[in-house]
């Protein structure tokens, strides 16, 4: 909650970067069909057209590929954040270990792989 409420400069780094944060953290991937005569508009939304998925895929990474999404939480788990890191590596570790912290201590997801 500090993250959100701080106006220090760490908390205002995570606010700016909390999308970023969260997908990195993700354990599933979101897909689904978007309207793509929509983005055309510049407009931060987006349409669906049909379902949304969810994919966890593979639990481990193909030979030669990082560890992306469930498989940061199963696969190498001695270098997790060094691996999160090297998705999106503009990312403040600090603030990344704390929220991995955070996830491991309270998410049950997590937990189970």
Known sequence: MNMYTS????????????????????????ET?????????????FVI??????LIRSL?????????FAQLY?????????NHLSIINNLDKT???NLQNMLHAINPYVHAF
């Open 95 to 97: 603030i990344l270990q």
């Open 49 to 54: 057209h049909g379902q949304v998925y969810y």
């Open 60 to 68: 481990l990474p193909e030979e030669g590929q990082v560890p992306r």
């Open 33 to 45: 069909n978007v309207n793509e005569e929509f983005q055309k508009t510049k407009v931060s939304n």
């Open 7 to 30: 106006l220090g400069s760490e908390a205002n780094f995570f606010r700016k970067n909390a999308r970023s944060y969260n997908s990195l953290l993700a354990c599933t991937l979101f």
């Open 74 to 82: 199963i696969y190498d788990t001695e270098n997790e954040i060094s």
